[in-house]
């Protein structure tokens, strides 16, 4: 009924490697991108030979945005409000509707955005879509539903509590970022879930402010008809009201110096290592990434230099990964170092930063080659069913509100020369960016 | 360099070509060819896994597999292997199950050749290096000893469950990643020997998809043939225990939350007909990681309890961070499971009597027609999620091969369709026994759960927040339930699978 309100803003049909200069290699998926009035942003992928489709609800709020004191874990709490039930969907309703269509519904929050999608059979497009419409633009729940899913949240931090990751995780949180939002985790504070039941006028607020079309994207992919998709989007997403109102979210104070938490852990552990260096806010416009990846591969990969002296050669080191953000603020470049023996940990930590304040002048033009190649191959191999190519699509439109920086990405790493990750690599690994946090088995005496 | 990137079939699989060989030097195939793909799927499947492990040395076939394929061949390093196959980017796992030791790989398909020699040779020549295999048995120590015993309790308390289940002398007693004293005495002879003896064309099933040519299968055909050749029995199970009452393992451990599976034997093949009632049942009752199941509803959504509650009608493996189950978990006998994620201690003893109290329920009164008809629709759809994918549809038409029965996935969508209300519920009551259910808890304060557990003391939920009437009333009644516990073991975390 609200249809005449309701225009396409942009029409394109375009293999994303083929906008503005033709790329190298372009990342062939076929992108219909479009705006409803109301700010929606709609990216539709046909994809033949299927009759699996996902649709996944693109809302740009997360833990970054829980600027409230005492309101940590928030975006994460309200994730699970949005299966309460809706105006014309009640829970019970919903989950009849689930079972009828065979439906997998489900939604995760991280620092910077919550998803929430739904995959089926593509003959449930319509019924699926009216209903989640529904509950972006018409949510319900009772202050009692409200209290009884915090129990729920609660019990989500359990399930990861007997691991020391999420101990380790907030406290290099705290530590790297003492303004940022950034310095909590996306669980938020255990004293602030068990608060929770009492923020119910939080959560009418919350919603108010964030959940807008024209803070979202919707990325529908699989065996549609895009023409017949984007009608379906048009009559069930246009109500939707804009209205975004975010409120500010703090930047972090700068860092003069390395900083460093040291942790005990009571029941049986490896000592662990981990060191994380800041690094900045995700942009179409720089390569920083690009060389943090390119580095990630040559020290940590399975040939890397760091790893092959550490884990494979030395054997002192059980396993060695890195976490690399891309995150709408500055972030973490973060090494975690999972050790034998806690009389090493210092040992470690000095080859880890040496070698990482070196690394640009350890790598070849061969092996650069080799890592553009391995990248490349294993971006296109992800792209192998609907969700992962939702996936791939949304995670780099919700960085910057365009889709195409997934092409950019690409096109700047093809680019990338030497002389340039040099140059960053020295900017990044300094100490005055680098926050350190340890773990080691509690002494029973 | 131009990229083309052409997506996969997927639901609508093109008939399998299963090729059997008589003679049986040569290994069975399962082929799903696709030009409509650029990707080319291999998966080798042994018919050997954990089971096959001697009593005094659980972890070996987990420590074979993995030296093997984390190690180099007779003519390459590890290091150069490793070095080779990076700018391929093969995405290469390995799944090692009580039954099936499986290799997945996928390879963009103008890789392959370069890739497939690299995979061959690493399983028909391996290295056996010192120090290859040194590191691979340090890792699984460490895995058993910090990754189960001491920072994952859901996945401990899911390998005490099975401890439980299948008694000392079980082929399937011990998990696949062993015992730490055990795996920490076993020699690179061990695991050469394990290779020869168990690791061969009698045992392989070789799966292939995408837009692979004749010359690669038969090149990989020839490849295989005879690698070890010899007829392969399998280590014979015993029957599965004849329970008459509930049991108990408590698993001492400073944690804050308690961790809980339980569940009994149930030898219901997808063979089976009763299989597909039983699939049917699960979709209502605990379908894994959704809203659907009754458990979920009644424990997390109702009451807040904890953040998931599922069930099983045999082993299962989520498939990567998808809810689906995932394929190369097959085995000669199941188990009927139930899955309570970690609730509050002071709630652990209401949180297992709910569990049994609702699973009771329903093998008592059967499910609703309205339930069951929502739980037809539900199954047959949801099946066709779990194989969007090439790599997980070779998977399905593997375990096919291997459990004798059509496409498992076509199989659900005919059998579950013409199933009725009374076969179901008639199939839940021949195989479920919430009378038996065995019982692993890991947590803290075991001496007084035990104690609480051995009295069938009362044991009130403790809510932090108001639920309604109704639903304090049927908490009643649960907290007073009686258990028919038998048995009850208390465990030090620490020496478990020491």
């Known amino acids: 009924m609200h249809q005449n309100r309701l225009l396409p803003f942009i029409t394109l049909f375009l293999a994303a490697g083929l906008i503005a200069q033709p790329s190298a290699r372009p990342i062939q998926v076929p992108v219909e991108e479009y705006q409803l009035q109301n700010g929606l942003t709609v990216l539709l992928v046909p994809m033949p030979n299927t009759d699996v489709m996902t649709m996944q609800m693109t809302v740009r709020v997360g833990s970054r945005n829980e600027v409230e004191f005492g309101k940590t874990g928030f975006a994460h709490f309200f994730e699970h409000m949005m299966f309460r039930g809706s105006k014309h969907y009640s829970r019970e309703r919903r989950d009849e509707m689930i079972q009828q269509y065979g439906a997998d519904a489900n939604a995760w929050t991280s620092d910077d955005l919550t998803n929430y999608f739904i995959t089926a059979t593509v003959s449930a497009l319509e019924p699926l879509l009216a209903m989640e419409a529904d509950r972006f633009i018409n949510l319900t729940y009772t202050k009692e539903d409200f209290q009884t899913e915090a129990g729920a949240i609660l019990g989500e931090y359990n399930t990861g509590r007997s691991n020391p990751v999420l101990t380790m995780s907030e406290a290099l949180r705290a530590e790297a970022f003492q303004r940022h939002t950034y310095g909590h985790t996306v669980m938020g504070y255990y004293t602030d879930i068990l608060a929770m039941p009492n923020q119910y006028e939080h959560s009418l607020e919350f919603f108010r402010r964030y959940y807008r079309p024209d803070n979202a994207i919707l990325t529908i992919v699989g065996g549609i008809e895009t023409a017949k998709a984007l009608a379906l989007v048009k009559k069930y997403y246009g109500p939707w009201k804009p209205g975004y109102d975010p409120k500010p979210v703090p930047q972090e104070f700068a860092q003069h110096e390395s900083r460093e938490v040291a942790l005990t852990w009571s029941t049986q552990t490896n000592p662990q290592l981990w060191m994380a260096w800041k690094i900045p806010a995700y942009s179409n416009s720089n390569t920083i990434y690009q060389v943090l990846d390119v580095l990630k591969e040559a020290q940590f990969s399975q040939w890397g230099e760091l790893y092959k002296r550490l884990v494979i050669d030395e054997q002192i080191t059980r396993s060695l990964r890195v976490e690399s953000d ?82 950019y990405y690409y096109d700047q790493l093809e680019a990338l020369d030497l002389s340039t990750i040099r140059t960053i690599q020295q900017r990044i690994f300094q100490p005055a960016r680098l926050t350190i946090v340890t773990l080691k088995q509690e002494v029973h005496q | 360099m131009r990229w083309h990137v052409r997506f996969p079939r997927s639901v609508m699989i093109p008939a399998a070509l299963v090729v059997l060989n008589a003679c049986g030097t040569v290994p069975e195939l399962v082929l799903s060819p696709s030009d409509e793909s650029n990707l080319i799927d291999i998966r080798l499947n042994f018919k050997v896994g954990s ?448």
């Open chain 1, 326 to 407: 891309r995150s709408r603020d500055p972030g973490l470049f973060t090494v975690q170092a999972t050790l034998y023996d806690e009389t090493l940990i210092d040992s470690v930590r000095t080859v880890i930063s040496t070698t990482l304040s070196q690394a640009g002048e350890h790598l070849t033009e061969e092996q650069l080659t080799r890592i553009k190649n391995h990248l490349y191959y294993a971006a296109t191999m992800r792209l192998n069913d609907p969700s992962s190519v939702a996936y791939q699509l949304l995670s780099f439109a919700q960085l910057t509100g365009d889709y195409h920086s997934l092409q």
């Open chain 2, 51 to 498: 089971a096959a492990d001697p009593e005094n040395q659980p972890g070996l076939a987990r420590l074979t597999l993995w030296t093997i394929m984390h190690g180099g061949t007779k003519d390459l390093t590890q290091e150069e292997i490793t070095y080779l196959k990076y700018p391929l980017a093969a995405a290469e796992n390995l799944f090692i199950d009580r039954d099936n030791l499986v290799i997945s790989a996928t390879v963009h398909g103008e890789k392959f050749d370069d890739y497939y020699p690299l995979l061959r040779d690493r399983l028909l020549r391996p290295r056996w290096d010192k120090k290859d295999f040194e590191h691979q048995k340090k890792q699984l120590a460490a895995t058993i000893e910090n990754s189960l015993m001491g920072e994952n309790d859901e996945w401990f308390g899911k390998e005490m469950l099975q401890w439980l289940l299948y008694p000392q002398g079980h082929p399937y007693h011990w998990p696949t990643v062993g015992r730490v004293e055990a795996v920490e005495n076993l020699t690179i002879k061990d695991v050469e020997a394990f290779w020869e003896n168990h690791l061969g064309t009698g045992n392989l099933v070789i799966g292939l998809a995408g837009p692979h040519t004749p010359k690669q299968r038969k090149q990989i055909e020839k490849d295989f043939s005879g690698f070890h050749f010899k007829s392969y029995e399998p280590t014979p199970l015993p029957a599965p225990v004849e329970l008459s009452a509930q049991a108990v393992v408590l698993v001492e451990k400073p944690t804050d939350a308690a961790a809980i599976s339980m569940g009994f034997p149930l030898d219901v093949s997808p063979a089976d007909p009763d299989y597909y009632a039983l699939l049917l049942f699960n979709a209502c009752f605990g379908q894994h990681r959704t809203f659907v199941g009754r458990l979920m509803n009644e424990m997390r959504v109702k009451r807040g309890l904890n953040y998931g509650d599922y069930s099983y009608i045999n082993h299962f493996v989520q498939n990567s961070y998808s809810p689906y189950p995932r394929p190369g978990v097959f085995r000669r006998q199941q188990y009927f499971s139930i899955w309570i994620r970690p609730v509050k201690r002071e709630n652990a003893h209401f949180a297992i009597r709910q569990a049994i109290w609702e699973l009771n329920d329903v093998v008592e009164h059967g499910i609703p027609e309205e339930k069951f008809q929502h739980a037809k629709e539900f199954i047959v759809h949801y099946a066709k999620l779990w194989a969007a994918s090439q790599t997980s549809q070779l998977g399905f038409l593997v375990d096919s091969h291997l459990a004798g029965i059509p496409y498992y996935i076509d199989q659900i969508e005919s059998m579950a369709s013409s199933l009725t209300r009374e076969q179901v519920n008639a199939a839940v009551q021949r195989h479920l026994t919430p009378e038996n259910l065995q019982i692993a808890v890991i947590c803290k304060d075991a001496p007084e759960l035990a104690e609480a557990l051995r009295t069938n003391k009362p044991s009130p939920i403790h809510y932090d927040n108001p639920v309604s009437p109704d639903i304090l009333e049927k908490d009643q009644e649960i907290m007073n339930y009686p258990l028919n516990i038998s048995g009850i073991e208390i465990l030090a975390y620490q020496e478990t699978f020491k």
